[in-house]
């Protein structure tokens, strides 16, 4: 009965219950042996325990039972003991001695328990203390871990930091340590109070006396949700100190180094100053540049080319070349400089370093010398333009006088041959008279004209029958140079507001011109077109043409292609000129384009306005006897 209790009892204990003899051999065994060693009890029954038991855990076992017999207490063994497939696992076996009423040995009981997942269990966490050891040994930094009485874990950097041997009183080394070897051991220690309340991540500087600078981090650890501990990370940092103090001082040096810098310098990302030295302050007049955008000082024509230019920066990473720009400081003054920038690595991030180089005085300079230049150059023409108009003068004098002199001689002759010479004469004082009246009439027209004096009377005039007049009262003196005219126009009529005495003026000048640089049998050809806002009137040779260098030229005052005085060609170089200031009291202008030999075209465009009357001056100019005159007089210049 108890038998078969105990029986159930040890199969629910999940044990395994076995008796032996004082000779070792067993004699009972329960039947859940099967169930850790996969025998049966008949399998084992009889045989003696040392054929199961490993060879190397024999010594260790028979030493505790013998210990048991001796102290007649239960001892407990963990030995490795073969299973049926012959393979050995670990088991825990509890042996009790029990002796007869002689008090002799009569044999053991014991328990037999699977202790093989424990074993596993220890052997990976023997394993894991070995890694977390092997860990704490190869990291940086000295590693502590203690409760709130010991320490419980060090690795060797931290024994050395704090000069530890051994194990023992540990703690109280570190805290004399602390106490004695700090530069400023009472902050420390006062810190400490709240290291120990805080939970999460404390951290700061350890300053020895022998210079040493030791930076920690500390935290509490847990252990099934209860605090465990605190482990201390410290780290020498002494060399980086020393490494950082160097920098900082060398960054000093740096920071004078660009303060002083003459040149503006602006550090930036994206536009905004982050940044900027003292001639930058005081180029823009801003006390203090940095937050500010770099675009607010950025004169408008350059913002757009500024932040192309800063994007390329980013992207490719390129120093930007010199580039002239205007900046406006802060009381709105433009001034012109000259601005390159670089990318730098700024901790990581990309930011950009532009130098500054005020131009104003190089643009001074360039200003002057460029007045000067146009001075040197307006005093050369000038001179040319006197001794010119000196021989312009001279040259229609000399021929008067030397008619009228020619005339003295004949004057009492009546004979017909002498009459006609007479009038020969007569002829080339008029034509002469008529150069000087031009000439003269022309320069009085400049004089007033640069002196705001001259004035225009616009009415509404057909333009096409003026021109068309223009046109045909000229057509004799074209022809006598054997050339012909030719007259267009895309609309039989046009009334704009015009002064028709200046426009008279503007097309016989540039006729004028068409006849003296067109050989004979070349043409010219009159022109014009019509659109809403315009007329356009071009005057067109087959003539030898103008160089292409000179046709920016030919409208500045005295300007004359040829300059020589042998030159082929008569004429002071004021009428192109006059031409162009004529054409622009009408709010018009005018352009030439040209072929070297092929011929020239004179375009003028005129706003196609009317004042308000009801009136159309539509004056016939070829009946009027003023107006042969004043064809007379433009056209003087050309000798036939
Ligand atoms: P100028 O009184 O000397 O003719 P202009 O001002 O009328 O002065 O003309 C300036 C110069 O432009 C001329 O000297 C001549 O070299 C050039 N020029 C003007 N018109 C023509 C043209 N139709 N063909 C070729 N050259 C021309």
Not at 600 to 617: W, Y
Request: hydrophobic share 40%.
């Amino acid at each position: 009965m108890f038998n078969i209790y105990l029986e159930e009892l040890l199969e629910a204990m999940q044990n395994v219950f076995f008796f032996i003899d004082n000779f070792w051999n067993i004699i009972y065994v329960s039947r859940n042996i099967k169930k850790i060693l996969g025998y049966t009890p008949s399998d084992v029954v009889g045989n003696n325990i040392v054929d199961y038991i490993y060879k190397d855990d024999l010594k260790k076992t028979f030493s505790e039972i013998m210990y048991a017999i001796q102290t007649r207490e239960s001892k407990r063994v963990e030995c490795r003991v073969r299973i049926k497939t012959g393979n050995f696992v670990w088991v825990e076996a509890i042996f009790s001695p029990f002796f007869d009423q002689e008090g002799n040995l009569s044999g053991l009981y014991g328990v037999l328990r699977d202790i093989e997942d424990r074993k596993k269990i220890i052997k990976e966490k023997d394993k894991n203390i070995e890694k977390f050891k092997a860990i704490i040994e190869s990291t940086k930094g000295g590693i502590c871990v203690h409760d709130d009485k010991n320490i419980l874990e060090m690795n060797s950097l931290f024994k050395k930091m704090f000069r530890i041997e051994g194990e023992q009183c540990a703690a109280e080394k570190i805290l004399d340590f602390t106490r004695n070897n700090l530069k400023d051991p009472d902050t420390f220690f006062n810190r400490l109070e709240g290291i120990f309340k805080s939970k999460g991540i404390r951290n700061g500087r350890l300053e020895t006396k022998d210079g040493k600078v030791y930076e920690y981090y500390t935290k509490m650890i847990y252990k099934d949700k209860h605090v465990y501990g605190r482990i201390w990370q410290i780290f020498d940092v002494t060399a980086q100190v020393k490494y950082e103090e160097k920098l900082k001082k060398k960054e000093e040096q740096y920071r004078k180094f660009f303060e002083l810098m003459p040149d503006p310098i602006i550090v930036h990302k994206n536009g905004l100053i982050l940044y900027a030295n003292r001639a930058a302050e005081e180029i823009v007049k801003v006390e203090n540049l940095v937050g500010r955008s770099m675009l607010d000082f950025l004169h408008d024509d350059f913002k757009k080319i500024v932040m192309e230019r800063v994007k390329e920066t980013y992207e490719n990473g390129v120093t930007l070349p010199w580039l002239e720009e205007k900046i406006i400081d802060m009381d709105g003054n433009i001034i012109d400089v000259e601005v390159a920038a670089t990318p730098v690595d700024l901790d990581g991030e990309i930011v950009s370093l532009v130098v500054i180089r005020d131009l104003r005085q190089k643009k001074e300079l360039e200003r002057n010398r460029m007045i000067l230049n146009e001075a040197m150059e307006l005093e050369r023409v000038r001179s040319e333009f006197f001794a010119n108009i000196s021989h312009e003068l001279r040259t229609p004098l000399n021929v008067i006088l030397g008619a009228v002199q020619l005339m003295q001689i004949y004057i009492n002759n009546e004979d017909i041959k002498t009459q006609e010479k007479l009038s020969k004469y007569v002829k080339m004082m008029k034509q002469n008279c008529y150069r000087l009246l031009r000439l003269v009439n022309n320069l009085i027209d400049i004089t007033k004209i640069d002196s705001g004096y001259f004035e225009i009377h616009p009415q509404n005039v057909d333009i096409i029958k003026l021109a068309e007049n223009i046109v045909s009262s000229v057509v004799d003196y074209v022809e006598r140079f054997g050339l012909k005219i030719f007259f267009k126009t895309d609309r039989k009529e046009r009334v704009i507001a015009v002064d028709p005495d200046k426009i008279e003026r503007i097309l016989l000048n540039l006729i004028s011109n068409a006849i003296k640089f067109t050989d004979a049998g070349g043409s010219i050809f009159v022109n014009i077109s019509n659109d809403e806002k315009y007329v356009k009137i071009s005057v067109k040779d087959t003539g030898i043409g103008i160089p292409k260098e000179k046709l920016g030229l030919i409208f500045d005052r005295f300007r004359q292609v040829d300059k020589s005085l042998s030159r082929n060609h008569e004429g002071s170089g004021i009428g192109l000129s006059l031409v162009k200031a004529l054409v622009e009291m009408h709010d018009g202008e005018i352009a030439a384009t040209s072929e070297e030999g092929e011929g020239s075209e004179f375009t003028v465009i005129l706003p196609a306005k009317t004042i308000e009357t009801k009136d159309i001056s539509l004056v016939d100019r070829s009946i009027t006897n003023g107006y042969v005159e004043r064809i007379n007089i433009e056209f003087s210049d050309i000798y036939s």
